[in-house]
């Protein structure tokens, strides 16, 4: 089976960095995904890995080690705005997609 | 309209009731998604349209019914469901092309809830 796994909460104040891991089982793996999700609003994409390495999309950058299973989300510069849930997914054949169960981020003033 | 969007927002019906979820996107893509959110549960893939063909269905009961009359339009018909059915029901499109297809775009949601 597939199965993700994330922290279910995680704190920070304004302006700092903050990293939010993804240990992920899974056969037939494409790459990982990151979504975020603000209350009451739709899951918007943030990034993908398919390949090892550091993947920087301004102040989010993600990370994948293949032979760990392990992804990160890394959070730079901290806003009040970056308050939301934040999920990993993974890809795998076809268009098949398995998410993690999210780790709600609170950014403190 | 842009986008993914879904109709209606917001949903009561009783177990007995027939209502059906309606889904339309506009960015010319070829895969469309049914996806539930549940609280405290990971978003859980229903089913999974590839060129109007359902190349998925995740152990879904039957009383959820997927239709998928052309790549821009995806409904999901309910009947008999169960309180246990109550939660934000997603649709999702992405490129879909038979290769490795990662960014998904989803709707708003229809927050469903059987009395």
Known sequence: GQSLEQPSEVTAVEGAIVQINCTYQTSGFYGLSWYQQHDGGA??????????????TGRFSSFL???????????????????ASYFCAVSYYGQNFVFGPGTRLSVLP | ETGVTQTPRHLVMGMTNKKSLKCEQHLGHNAMYWYKQSAKKPLELMFVYN????????????????????SSHLFLHLHTLQPED???????????????DYEQFFGPGTRLTVL
């Open chain 2, 86 to 100: 109550s939660a934000l029901y997603l649709c999702a499109s992405s490129q879909g092309a038979g290769g490795e």
């Open chain 1, 65 to 83: 080690s293949r032979s760990d299973s392990y992804g990160y989300l890394l959070l730079q510069e901290l806003q009040m705005k970056d308050s």
């Open chain 1, 43 to 56: 899951p918007t994409f943030l990034s993908y890995n398919a390949l090892d390495g550091l993947e920087e």
């Open chain 2, 51 to 70: 060129f109007k063909e359902q190349t998925e269905n995740n152990s879904v009961p039957s009383r959820f019914s997927p239709e998928c009359p052309n």
